[in-house]
């Protein structure tokens, strides 16, 4: 049974990582949402699937704000990222059992900073951090599919960042 959730939970790491080369292309916050939104609630899976809790309860969370953050047609007012942070910390509290589950807290608290912001630079430099240090919780967590995806999503972003920074000087 152990092998057929873990061939599962690779399965889902495989789609999401298609789905997640597909949105890191995007270049509006609005793709962005969407297509972090998908990829979170398939991770959510995944990790469940892996025993990976608190990558399970930071993915569902995340799936919430960019339902929320989608909803503001202007900038998300600081008393809803508050609110979003504190939830991340208390819902996540009884389940962090060494120092490597913070890490999707740590994650998830930066990216929701950088989408606040609305600045998709720093969605996008924000989002090399996450896949840096999510290889680290991946791995540690069988997510092997997932870590192929950290990589290949930090050189995309990488490479999105560089365009931006074209696409500034251009019109400067």
């Known amino acids: 049974m152990k092998t057929i959730l873990f061939i599962c939970a690779q399965i889902l790491g495989a789609l999401v990582f298609t789905i997640n080369i597909i949105g890191n292309t995007k270049l509006t916050t609005r793709k962005v949402y969407i297509y972090n ?11 469940c699937l892996l025993g990976a809790w608190t990558g399970a309860l930071c993915c569902l969370i995340a799936l919430l704000r960019n ?83 950290e990589i290949i999503d930090g050189i995309i972003g990488v490479r999105c960042v560089i365009l931006l920074r074209k696409k500034k000087n251009i019109l400067e």
């Open 37 to 47: 939104g998908i990829c979170n609630g398939l991770s959510t899976i995944q990790y």
């Open 67 to 149: 339902i929320v953050f989608a909803k503001f047609k202007k900038k998300v007012p600081l008393y809803v990222l508050l609110i979003y942070i504190a939830l991340v910390i208390l819902i996540n509290f009884k389940f962090v059992n060494n120092i490597l589950d913070i890490i999707p807290l740590i994650n998830i608290i930066v990216y929701a900073i950088a989408l606040w912001t609305k600045d998709i630079m720093k969605i996008k430099v924000v989002g090399i951090f996450t896949c840096v240090v999510g290889v680290i919780y991946d791995f540690n967590n069988k997510a092997y599919v997932t870590v192929l995806n």
